[in-house]
């Protein structure tokens, strides 16, 4: 008897290290959008001061600063972080 073509695939689990990591599953590329749109060029500049956000900024260009460079990804990840906790607060706030 000969073995099947197609072996079914493994189902995709979170991995243990993921699991409580919020930014699982979203892009770099994403979170810079979503700050742009939110804070603007200028508005970003003063959260995050970094010359990718004030001279001549761009999603690519700055994508390819922070990939290159840890500890401004890093502080550009909690800055979205932030940003994210602040709108779900004004949200619940304008239900009340």
């Not at 060029?41 to 956000?53: D, H, I, R, S, V």
């Not at 890093?74 to 004004?90: A, D, G, H, N, S």
Request: charged share 30%; aromatic share 10%.
């Amino acid at each position: 008897m000969s073995e099947p073509k197609y072996k079914p695939k493994p189902k995709l689990e979170r991995p243990e290290t993921q699991r409580n990591n919020p930014l699982h599953g979203i892009t770099l590329k994403t979170i810079v959008s979503e700050l742009v749109d939110y804070y603007g060029w200028q508005g970003l500049a003063e959260k995050a001061p970094m010359n990718c956000f004030k001279n001549n900024p761009s999603i690519n260009s700055s994508l390819k600063f922070l990939r290159k460079t840890p500890w401004a990804r890093e502080k550009i990840e909690k800055l979205y972080l932030f940003t994210q906790r602040e709108i779900i607060r004004q949200k619940k706030s304008q239900q009340r």
